[in-house]
């Protein structure tokens, strides 16, 4: 098979799913997505005879747009730009999760920071708030005071630019110290972790201590359902553990870094993942052949 | 394993044999990123900097 593979930084993920394609004989195509130019009918990216191409820009900005350009000329990419939109903002990723029946914390989006101030308060403290876009941890606040909101919502509506002043705040979940990341293909789990930390955010890039965890059914089925709610794909799947024993999934990941994982886990992710993009190169190869 | 130059302060990167370019190599010298932007033979770049909308 051809697989391309986008990027515009080559993390230790990506080292790990070339090690594994070319193991297997695949030719690689790797296209720096910051060295090409996109047509509304053909790029400079080497895209011909690609049986599919994985989506890898760390970008957020370039991801939404490069896979939406690949799409647009009939060329599979995974993760499909419809699961991209979804997953790269979090009010898109919220709405589709409640949509789907999947326990999501309870979230509110304000546009001023008078009103934003008076989700703050209905929450309580703490509360959270995050912006839209974003990732590892970054613009994180827990809100633990009226002071610390009122500072906060007057920094994010003086100094970021307009995402931040789309206000997303959030009920703080009481996890138990950590909360649980599950690698998907289309809804099914390849292995899990947990990432604990003594600090609320729990997350691997703030230094979350990471350990291999076993999913019970009822994750599995939230894992599942989270994954077809947001269009499916390679995924992360992020669950929390409530007070009450039951789980909350707060987001969906499209560009999906699993090193972590990999070496928390038993299972071989980067093969496993491999493993389901051939599948999805010999279906994505019948049904071109069934449409020529 | 091989060697390259820092673009920063021009100490010695030692670099490991599986090298691909858009990695990215910290020089142990200055501590500054580095991208990888040719295999054979290495050489480097100053990496970008971090971008807000970077991350999974």
Redo the contacts between chains.
């Keep these: 098979m051809k697989i391309g593979l986008l990027y515009s930084r080559i993390r230790k993920d990506e080292k790990l799913l070339l090690s594994e394609l070319r193991e297997r004989d695949h030719e690689v195509a790797k296209i720096d997505v910051r060295k090409q130019r996109f047509g509304l009918t053909e790029t400079t990216a080497e895209i011909a005879d690609c049986d599919v191409v994985i989506d890898r820009c760390l970008a957020t900005s370039r991801s939404l747009y490069a896979t939406r350009f690949l799409s647009a000329y009939g060329v599979p990419v995974i993760n499909s730009p419809e699961t991209a939109a979804v997953c790269a903002d979090k009010v898109k990723n919220s709405l589709a999760l409640e949509a789907a029946g999947v326990p999501t914390p309870a979230t509110e989006v304000a546009f001023t920071t008078e009103a934003a101030m008076e989700a703050i308060e209905d929450f309580g403290y703490p509360c959270v708030i995050k912006p839209v876009v974003g990732s590892w941890g970054r613009l994180m606040a827990k809100i633990d005071s009226e002071n610390a909101a009122e500072a906060i919502l007057e920094h994010k509506a003086t100094l970021g630019h307009y995402e931040h002043k789309v206000f997303y705040v959030q009920e703080y979940v009481d996890k138990p110290g950590r909360d649980i990341r599950v690698l998907a293909c289309d809804g099914e789990p390849v292995a899990a972790m947990t990432r604990s930390s003594e600090h609320w955010l729990t997350n691997a890039a703030k230094g979350g201590q990471t350990a291999d965890f076993e999913l019970d059914d009822e994750a599995k089925d939230l894992v599942a359902t989270a994954s077809d709610a947001v269009g499916g794909g390679l995924l992360g799947v992020d669950l929390m553990e409530t007070k009450d024993g039951e789980y909350t999934v707060h987001e969906v990941n499209h560009t999906v870094e699993f090193k972590a994982l990999n070496e928390a886990s038993e299972v071989d992710v980067p093969a496993a993942v491999v493993d389901w993009l051939e599948l999805k190169a010999e279906v994505a190869a019948d049904e071109a052949v069934m449409t020529a | 394993m091989t060697e390259s130059e820092c673009v920063e302060c021009g100490g010695t990167v030692t670099l490991h044999d599986?090298l691909?370019?858009?990695?990215?190599v910290d020089c142990e010298t200055c501590g500054a990123e580095l991208?990888?932007v040719d295999v054979s033979p290495p050489v480097l770049d100053r990496?970008?900097e971090l971008?807000?909308?970077?991350?999974?």
């Design positions: 599986d691909e370019i858009g990695e990215i991208e990888v990496a970008p971008e807000e909308d970077w991350g999974e």
